[in-house]
């Protein structure tokens, strides 16, 4: 394994509609209360998982609940699935506290996410 392999899927965003019957919702399913709660981005983090609700889908305009797989280094992984035929959707770009998130289709359509913390 190169140093771009994956480490596995610990982040899933999940677009909302309503984000305070979702943050409801989500917090009776995990059994803890939201460690982000702000009106654009409500977040948990359970059982080494953290669930992330995103209402309308946020800047990423998600239609559908994505599965982040957290990498070493995010711009080697977009270069490798390039090169294996996926689409990069989202560029690499700063969240804030040296996370990197990006996201690329694959060939049906499929989002992937990637995130890398520093």
């Known amino acids: 394994m190169g140093s771009s392999s994956a480490q596995g899927i610990r ?6 509609s309503d984000l305070g019957r979702a943050k409801a919702t989500y917090a009776a399913l995990l059994g803890v209360p939201p460690t982000v709660d702000s009106s654009y981005y409500v977040g948990f983090d359970a059982a080494g998982q953290h669930i992330g609700l995103v209402p309308g889908g946020g ?10 797989w957290h990498v070493p280094d ?10 294996a035929g996926a689409t990069v959707t989202e560029p ?10 990006a996201t690329v289709a694959d060939p049906d359509g499929n989002l992937l996410g990637l ?3 520093s």
């Open 115 to 117: 995130i890398q913390d």
């Open 74 to 83: 995010v711009e080697a992984k977009l270069t490798e699935l390039s090169a």
């Open 92 to 101: 690499a770009h700063d969240v804030g506290g040296g996370r990197l998130v």
């Open 11 to 16: 982040t899933v965003l999940h677009p909302v």
């Open 59 to 68: 800047p990423q305009r998600l239609t559908s609940p994505v599965a982040y």
